[in-house]
């Protein structure tokens, strides 16, 4: 760092812009030199003032929070001030640009002056495809400005635009774009405020937009009425296949309209309506839409205010469910009683990989239920059960399911009434077996490759190591075989896999390797 601090420094004092801004961060933060902060705002001066926009914009930020130098509002917004004329000077460089794809402009405080200037690049630019704007502050005026550009765009797929002081008037000219552009796959407008007003121009965006599969509204003031306005748009939209509404408030009446929706959408995939204040009601009808769905593949009902009751209409639901992978359901307060009916499931359920029941005051019964039902799926790869009340007992019942269970790879059980030694050895037992299915799974999955480039070979090698003895003459690449042939989707993970050029090679050595050890094996005997 000594060396780097030192030929930082000779670039500086040779007039080095970003050598100098590179030296104001290293004084400010102690690297390679005494942390000085006087010395900082001194190189930061001589990068700002060269034209260096990134030393601008921290020049300003010292200014403002007063760290090494007098607090100076009006210093400060003068330097944010030309930080953003230089984001006008960058804008004018991506007209010109014919190579860059991704540029990533969060926490620079660009301003709807500095994002008006980057949206008239972005009329013309034909090469970028991905652009951060978070936390710019570049309000209704800079998302009306950046709405214009996506209308004529042909090439920009994501574009974030996370906590910048958008209401709903931005996001209205946004919507209307959405009608327009045909390339735009992603938007981000999470930690804004456009409310109801926002998500409908939004929700009626989407019932002709035929590109957008993503759209993430976290924490935007979203009522019912918003959730039902998006909910109307499930029914035309076709490509939508994630929506994010975490942190919002559509309650139990947006949870109903969103669930009456999703009986009957055919794309939707991911859905996450995390601290909604979604009750009974709402959680009723979303297990109702679950016995009915063919594509969700994951759902978010954490934080909101569920209990036993909404536990088990979610199991049952879980129990004629096909296609929900992960369901996550932390921070609530669905109890011994819940993690019964949810155990009851599992017993039943043949897709879902990973459950989280974090903080859901479960004790000991609830663990030893959950236990019983891992006894008999081989589906569930991961189960969060951290921050219950949960003591020995629950945990013990867990290992000794980790015995004969062969898929679990990661049971998190932090945080529960974990005092004593005990505790902390069948915590370490868990970890073992944990890690054990770790490797019977990327075993499986390496047999697979083999099984699917080798198809004879693969099935005949196992047919005759299978029957090799656990002597010491045992070979590693012999009990590879045998752990990843006891595995019942060993099979179904080859069909239809098309081996890519390089996991052909893979296979063609392992397959020496099998050959090698195989004859090694066939002499031992032999002796």
């Known amino acids: 760092m000594k060396v780097e601090f030192a030929i930082c420094l000779e670039k500086a004092e040779q007039?080095?812009?970003?050598?100098?801004?590179?030296?104001?961060?290293?004084?400010?933060?102690?690297?390679?030199?005494?942390?000085?902060?006087?010395?900082?705002?001194?190189?930061?001066?001589?990068?700002?003032?060269?034209?260096?926009?990134?030393?601008?914009?921290?020049?300003?930020?010292?200014?403002?929070?007063?760290?090494?130098?007098?607090?100076?509002?009006?210093?400060?917004?003068?330097?944010?001030?030309?930080?953003?004329?230089?984001?006008?000077s960058l804008a004018k460089a991506l007209k010109a640009n014919t190579t860059l794809t991704s540029i990533e402009l969060s926490h620079?405080?660009?301003?709807?002056?500095?994002?008006?200037?980057?949206?008239?690049?972005?009329?013309?630019?034909?090469?970028?495809?991905?652009?951060?704007?978070?936390?710019?502050?570049?309000?209704?005026?800079?998302?009306?400005?950046?709405?214009?550009?996506?209308?004529?765009?042909?090439?920009?797929?994501s574009i974030i635009l996370y906590g910048n002081e958008i209401g709903a008037e931005g996001a209205q000219t946004l919507a209307e774009a959405l009608k327009i552009n045909t390339t735009l796959t992603s938007i981000v407008l999470s930690s804004n405020q456009i409310g109801d007003e926002g998500a409908?121009?939004?929700?009626?965006?989407?019932?002709?937009?035929?590109?957008?599969?993503?759209?993430?509204?976290?924490?935007?003031?979203?009522?019912?009425?918003?959730?039902?306005?998006?909910?109307?748009?499930?029914?035309?939209?076709?490509?939508?296949?994630?929506?994010?509404?975490?942190?919002?408030?559509?309650?139990?009446?947006?949870?109903?309209?969103?669930?009456?929706?999703?009986?009957?959408?055919?794309?939707?995939?991911?859905?996450?309506?995390?601290?909604?204040?979604?009750?009974?009601?709402?959680?009723?009808?979303?297990?109702?839409?679950?016995?009915?769905?063919?594509?969700?593949?994951?759902?978010e009902l954490s934080c909101n205010q569920m209990r036993a009751k909404d536990a088990q209409a979610l199991a049952e639901a879980l129990k004629t469910n096909t296609t929900l992978t992960s369901i996550i359901l932390n921070n609530n307060a669905i109890g011994d009683e819940g993690a019964h009916a949810l155990a009851k499931a599992l017993k039943i359920n043949t897709t879902l990989t990973s459950i989280e029941l974090y903080n859901n005051q479960i004790g000991d019964e609830g663990g030893q239920a959950l236990a019983e039902a891992l006894k008999t799926n081989t589906t569930l790869t991961s189960i969060n059960l951290s921050c219950n009340q949960m003591g020995a007992k629950?945990?013990?019942?867990?290992?000794?399911?980790?015995?004969?269970?062969?898929?679990?790879?990661?049971?998190?059980?932090?945080?529960?009434?974990?005092?004593?030694?005990?505790?902390?050895?069948?915590?370490?037992?868990?970890?073992?077996?944990?890690?054990?299915?770790k490797a019977l799974t990327q075993a499986a999955k390496l047999y697979a490759l083999f099984l699917a480039c080798f198809p004879t070979e693969a099935q005949d090698a196992y047919l005759r190591l299978k029957e090799v003895s656990t002597s010491s003459t045992q070979t590693p690449i012999v009990r590879f075989f045998q752990m990843a042939g006891k595995l019942?989707?060993?099979?179904?993970?080859?069909r239809d896999f098309i081996p890519s050029q390089?996991?052909?090679?893979?296979?063609?050595?392992?397959?020496?390797?099998?050959?090698?050890?195989?004859?090694?094996?066939?002499?031992?005997?032999?002796?």
């Open 15 to 88: 007039g080095d812009s970003e050598a100098q801004r590179e030296l104001g961060c290293l004084y400010r933060m102690g690297l390679g030199v005494n942390q000085d902060e006087a010395q900082a705002v001194k190189w930061y001066q001589k990068a700002a003032t060269a034209g260096n926009a990134k030393a601008q914009f921290y020049l300003g930020r010292l200014y403002e929070e007063g760290l090494g130098i007098a607090k100076d509002e009006a210093l400060a917004m003068h330097w944010y001030l030309k930080a953003a004329q230089s984001n006008q």
């Open 108 to 157: 620079n405080k660009i301003g709807a002056e500095g994002a008006q200037a980057l949206a008239e690049a972005l009329k013309t630019n034909t090469t970028l495809t991905s652009i951060d704007f978070q936390w710019n502050q570049i309000s209704d005026e800079g998302a009306q400005a950046l709405a214009g550009a996506l209308k004529t765009n042909t090439t920009l797929t």
């Open 200 to 299: 409908q121009a939004l929700a009626e965006a989407l019932k002709t937009n035929t590109t957008l599969t993503s759209i993430i509204l976290y924490h935007n003031q979203i009522g019912a009425g918003g959730a039902q306005a998006l909910a109307e748009a499930l029914k035309t939209s076709t490509m939508l296949i994630s929506i994010d509404l975490d942190s919002n408030q559509i309650g139990d009446e947006g949870a109903q309209a969103l669930a009456e929706e999703l009986k009957i959408n055919s794309t939707l995939m991911s859905i996450n309506l995390k601290d909604n204040e979604i009750g009974a009601e709402g959680t009723q009808a979303l297990a109702e839409a679950l016995k009915t769905n063919t594509t969700l593949t994951s759902i």
């Open 394 to 437: 629950g945990a013990q019942a867990l290992m000794d399911t980790l015995k004969g269970n062969n898929t679990l790879t990661s049971i998190m059980l932090g945080g529960n009434n974990d005092d004593g030694d005990d505790y902390s050895e069948v915590l370490k037992h868990i970890n073992t077996f944990c890690k054990r299915n």
């Open 488 to 494: 019942p989707d060993v099979y179904d993970q080859a």
């Open 502 to 527: 390089a996991q052909a090679s893979a296979a063609n050595k392992l397959l020496k390797q099998l050959r090698k050890e195989d004859r090694v094996s066939n002499k031992m005997k032999a002796k």
